[in-house]
């Protein structure tokens, strides 16, 4: 550690933070990265072990193309360190009239990509140990997969020291709002000055700035499984059931990876959450949701046993877009977070964007800016 004054300090090694401080890096600036509890860690919203990313997002294209963007970015980036991708290709499991996958079916053709439409025949067919029920046709996106997610955002760490970016293991003092901010303290009164701070610290973004943002960043708890598959049964593994999607009845499905188990989430926004001091335990409630769901869609795992659990966090926008803006007071200050749920597999494009923001001074997605903020919550990006 200097004691010198960064172009920019990134607060937040998450995915957005990782990736921004790398960028940033990689275009030419001075950079420190902090974090209070290290990358990739257990409390963090990009601190598991598994994400998924696709194209498909319904009518959005705005973040279809950023997934597009993302995934070359990312198989660079595992290209000098491991390969932490697994092309299980995602499965979305549509209704008869489902208004959602149509609009995703509208845009993967509009981008000319890589999709398969499935009637029910063909599921039934290709993946006998699903039982359809209510679905009626299916999307198969072939080149999707999954980011093994606390791995790789160690691994974009890693990556930006080698390139020059420092690192800090410290928690921050909310800022002194005023015109500009000079410096930020740790919570151990070691001062860091820079001449931008780039705040990207997911769900502790409206502990640092309650006022502005307490009310526009939910933090709500979500509820994963692990599953043990049967012995000796590979039809749950990667490369025979894909990653799945069942928007209709938010919850989604990722194959036994790496002898991890058969991962089930749901998807519905849970309670409110702290991200510091909340307790990481799965609910009876929220088990037997995704019991109930196994036995109806995945009868062969009705009674599989639970291998692990986790307790995650989203931080939610009003309608699940994500913030990145410039501090609507301190002019040197940018807000990059609200991933909301979605946002792991967008961390390269969220990087690129920052630094064409800060460097260039691009135009703003007024979709991420903070005017678009609302207090009530009304989600419209899944």
């Not at 780039?198 to 409206?206: D, E, I």
């Not at 989430?265 to 929220?286: C, L, N, Q, S």
């Not at 699940?320 to 991933?339: A, Q, Y």
């Amino acid at each position: 550690m200097h004691s010198m004054t960064y172009d920019v300090a990134v607060i937040g090694a998450g995915v957005f933070g990782s990736w921004t401080a790398y960028q940033l890096r990689l275009a030419g600036a001075s950079v420190l990265l902090i974090d209070a509890y290290g990358p990739g860690n257990s409390r963090a919203s990009s601190g598991g072990e598994s994400r998924i990313i696709r194209l498909g997002y319904g009518p959005d294209e705005l973040y279809s193309r950023s997934s597009q963007r993302s995934l070359v970015l990312w198989l660079q980036l595992f290209a000098k360190t491991d390969n932490l991708f697994r092309k299980t290709g995602l499965l979305w499991l549509a209704r008869e009239h489902d208004p959602y996958c149509e609009a995703t079916l509208a845009t993967l053709r509009g981008l000319n990509a890589n999709y398969e439409k499935l009637v029910h025949d063909d599921l039934v067919r290709r993946f006998p140990q699903l039982n359809p029920g209510p679905i009626a046709w299916g999307i198969l996106e072939p080149d999707a997969g999954v980011l093994l997610a606390r791995r790789a955002v160690q691994a974009v760490v890693s990556q930006a020291k080698a390139e020059g970016v420092d690192y800090l293991e410290a928690a921050i003092s909310p800022p002194i709002t005023s015109q500009t901010l000079n410096a930020i303290q740790t919570t151990y009164r070691k001062e860091i000055v820079a001449d931008r701070f780039v705040f990207a610290c997911g769900p502790w973004l409206p502990k640092l700035f309650p006022e502005l943002l307490r009310e526009l960043i939910h933090v709500t708890r979500q509820e994963v499984v692990f599953f043990g598959v049967p012995p000796g049964d590979k039809s749950f593994n990667q490369g025979v059931l894909p990653a799945w999607i069942d928007f209709n009845e938010l919850i989604y499905g990722l194959p036994n990876l790496d002898g991890r188990g058969f991962k089930v989430a749901i998807d519905a926004h849970g309670p409110e959450f702290d991200p510091d001091t909340g307790e990481r335990m799965v609910t009876k409630e929220g088990l037997s949701v995704m019991r109930e769901y196994l036995a109806r869609r995945l009868p062969r795992l009705a009674n599989a046993p639970v291998l692990e659990t986790r307790v995650c966090q989203y931080e939610n926008t009003s309608n699940g877009d994500f913030l990145i803006d410039r501090h609507p007071e301190l002019e040197n200050v940018w807000l990059v977070g609200g991933g909301s749920g979605h946002g792991f597999k967008h961390g390269p494009a969220v990087g690129e964007y920052v630094v064409k923001m800060i460097f260039e001074g691009g135009t703003i997605e007024k979709r991420f800016s903070l005017a678009t903020k609302e207090r009530v919550q009304e989600r419209k990006v899944y």
